[in-house]
């Protein structure tokens, strides 16, 4: 088996640091990686819950994580009910 980039717990820190200043009020991972089931072909899936809507910049925030994880990041959004 393959060796994946990255454990959880490294890849948690870069998305608090990431997120440190940003709209976002929490930040959950799911899929594979939430499962302890990732491969080195795995994709990081996130689910972002921002403080307000947010527009393109969104798209900035995955793409981001991509370069700096050297992983395909997937990433949903809602919005916070409680602002």
């Avoid at 947010?54 to 370069?67: H, I, N, P, Q, S």
Wanted: charged share 30%; glycine share 6%.
């Amino acid at each position: 088996m393959a060796q994946l980039p990255h454990s959880l717990a490294y890849i948690r820190h870069v998305v608090a640091e990431y997120f440190a200043d940003k709209p976002v009020r929490r930040v959950e991972v799911f899929g594979s990686y939430a499962r302890g089931e990732a491969t080195a072909e795995s994709d990081l899936d996130l689910l972002l819950t921002m403080e307000r809507p947010v527009g393109w910049e969104f798209f900035d925030y995955a793409r981001d994580l991509e370069k700096e994880l050297g992983l395909k990041v997937e990433a949903g959004t809602v919005v916070s009910d409680y602002m």
